[in-house]
C-alpha cells in the first residue's frame, strides 16, 4: 500500500516538471514573435520608404490582439529577413 503512494507522488512531479519547463519555452517564443513583428515593421517602413502606415504596437498590445492575425504580414517579412541575413552569410562565408 505505501509504495502506491510513492508512485503517485513521483508521477505529479514529472508532470509538474514538464509544465515549468514548458512555460519559459513559450514566454522566449513570444518574445522572438514580437522581436520578429518589430524587424518586419521596421523593414517594411525602409522599404516603402515611409510609405507603409502602420502603427508599432506596444508588447501588451501585440499579445492581447496576436490572435486575430493581423501582424501575419509584418511576422513573416522579419521571419523572411532573418533567413536572408543567413543565406547571405552562408553564401559569403
Known sequence: MGSHYVYISIRVESQMGIVLEFIPSLLVAIAFDFFLYLTGTAV??????????????SYSEFKASKSNNSFLM?????????????VAMAWLY
Open 44 to 57: 517594411l517602413k525602409i522599404i516603402s520608404f515611409g510609405l507603409y502606415k502602420s502603427k508599432v504596437y
Open 74 to 86: 509584418q511576422y513573416l517579412v522579419g521571419i523572411l529577413f532573418y533567413a536572408l541575413i543567413i
